[in-house]
């Protein structure tokens, strides 16, 4: 079973602070990647990762970075939290293009509060 | 202060009864397309695809449909069960020549089952 692992189900943190949220994947997938959950708004693409060390912008990357450094770990990075930041956030990770299937893997998320 | 977010779509439905989750997508372009179920405190999990080249599909208990003419992709439900409550997201596929296998979702159906 594929397995996608996020640090913590719940945190809280102050304005200002910085966050690092991490997301680990364990069946070698290409691709990785984060989303803000909202109500009504379904699931939005902060960043996302096609191979180590490269990155691309998603939908809403503004007060958002990201790391990649090994293949199975992706980092989120919020430099100075801000209350507006408060959401659930979601990892995700999947094989590049495989018998025409897109299906991306989902961690169980991280309730991030800021305060 | 805390953001309010949208409304979430409800749809109530008998124990036993079918189910049929509606979604509209936008980009005549996309390829691909996917269901999501998302019970609470867990990630988003796959149920069912389908690509452009195919009207319907069919897995257990779920068959999606799709309609390129009016882009409209629907999920039914057969049999609906107590375990069906959850929220409900269509994803596509807004570009087959972009790396990473991005997804672009829905805002989301809420379905409750009631006993």
């Known amino acids: 079973d594929v397995k996608v692992t996020q640090s913590s189900r719940y945190l809280v943190k102050r304005t200002g602070e910085k966050v690092f949220l991490e997301c680990v994947q364990d069946?070698?997938?290409?691709?990785m990647f984060w989303y803000r959950q909202d109500p009504g708004l379904g699931l939005r693409l902060i960043y996302f990762?096609?191979?180590?060390?490269?990155?691309e912008k998603g939908d809403i990357p503004e007060g958002y970075s990201v790391s990649r450094e090994k293949k199975e770990r992706f980092s989120l990075i919020l430099e100075s939290a801000s209350t507006n930041q408060t959401s659930m956030y979601l990892c995700?990770?999947?094989?590049?293009?495989?018998?025409?299937?897109?299906?991306?893997?989902f961690g169980p998320g991280t309730r991030l509060t800021v305060t | 202060g805390e953001s309010v977010g949208l409304h979430l779509p409800t749809l109530s439905v008998q124990e036993g009864d079918n189910s049929i989750i509606n979604c509209a997508y936008s980009n005549s372009a996309s390829d691909y397309f996917i269901w999501y179920k998302q019970e609470s405190g867990k990630g988003p999990q796959f149920i069912i695809d389908?690509?452009?080249?195919?009207d319907k599909r069919q897995g257990q208990r779920v068959t999606v449909l799709l309609n390129k003419t009016v882009k409209h992709l629907s999920l039914q439900i057969a049999a609906t069960q107590p375990g069906d409550s959850a929220v409900y997201f269509c994803?596509?596929?807004?570009?087959?020549?972009?790396?990473?296998?991005?997804?672009?979702f829905g805002g989301g159906t809420r379905v409750l089952v009631k006993p």
């Open positions: 069946m070698d997938h290409e691709n």
């Open positions: 994803a596509e596929n807004p570009s087959i020549k972009a790396a990473g296998n991005k997804l672009t």
């Open positions: 995700a990770s999947s094989q590049t293009r495989v018998r025409g299937s897109y299906e991306q893997y």
């Open positions: 389908i690509r452009s080249n195919m």
């Open positions: 990762s096609y191979d180590v060390k490269m990155k």
